[in-house]
């Protein structure tokens, strides 16, 4: 997909392209977007803190994650409309061992439920294994939220163990569920596609 002059136009940087979504790396202008997803509880009850963020903590946060060789940020774009939707990432690399967490948020209500979980999850395994070199990518999931599992598995992901009771909410205590994807179990079509391979 050819890229458009930043300077001449409002379109967003993109890095990969799906099908019904994009890729693309965090935008300063967004901050305002980004902390109202992060106080909504519709989207927060699925993530470990429901605390409140201010502006000035996301601000905080993005200016010292800019910096931080351990974390990679994308801005999540429906496609059609390059409309950003939600954020996805990966914490704790660690390219010696191959390894990393994979962490997503979709903050538009009205985009959920269309699959683009599953492909924003595909794009960031095949950019983990392919791009970055990684082997083993793992993510913690609340076992409440049935539509994110049911994402990861068919994304590649399997489920590795659980810590029982490990979250409350709602008077419930729930488990967290861990799962994981090796490169050796994913099979890439995108970046390769994209780089000719």
């Known amino acids: 997909m050819p890229q458009p002059?930043?300077?001449?136009?409002r379109e967003p940087v993109i890095n990969m392209v799906?099908?019904?979504?994009c890729l693309g790396p965090l935008d300063r202008k967004l901050l305002p977007l980004y902390n109202l997803w992060n106080n909504d509880l519709q989207t927060t009850r699925t993530l470990a803190s429901m605390r409140p963020v201010i502006l000035e903590e996301e601000i905080l946060a993005f200016d010292q994650i800019m910096n931080a060789?351990?974390?990679?940020?994308?801005?999540?774009?429906?496609?059609?409309?390059?409309?950003?939707?939600?954020?996805?990432?990966?914490?704790?690399?660690?390219?010696?061992?191959r390894k990393a967490e994979?962490?997503?948020?979709?903050?538009d209500h009205s985009v959920r439920?269309?699959?683009?979980?599953?492909?924003?999850?595909?794009?960031?395994?095949?950019?983990?294994f392919?791009?970055?070199?990684l082997h083993n990518i793992f993510l913690r999931v609340l076992?409440?939220?049935?539509?994110?599992?049911?994402?990861?598995?068919?994304?590649?992901?399997?489920?590795c163990g659980r810590r029982r009771q490990a979250h409350f909410l709602g008077g419930k205590y729930w488990?967290?569920?861990?799962m994981d994807c090796l490169s050796t179990e994913f099979e890439s079509v995108l970046i390769k596609d994209e780089l000719g391979l």
């Not at 994979?102 to 903050?107: C, Q, R, S």
Request: hydrophobic residues 35%; negative net charge; glycine residues 12%.
């Open 5 to 9: 002059n930043r300077m001449e136009s």
């Open 18 to 21: 799906g099908n019904g979504v």
């Open 69 to 97: 060789k351990e974390y990679l940020f994308f801005t999540i774009y429906e496609k059609e409309t390059l409309t950003p939707i939600g954020n996805t990432y990966l914490s704790d690399i660690d390219f010696k061992n």
């Open 102 to 107: 994979f962490n997503i948020v979709i903050g």
């Open 113 to 128: 439920g269309k699959g683009y979980g599953t492909e924003v999850t595909k794009l960031v395994l095949d950019y983990s």
């Open 130 to 133: 392919q791009i970055l070199g």
């Open 143 to 159: 076992e409440y939220n049935k539509g994110a599992i049911h994402a990861y598995e068919k994304a590649g992901f399997k489920e």
């Open 175 to 178: 488990d967290t569920i861990f």
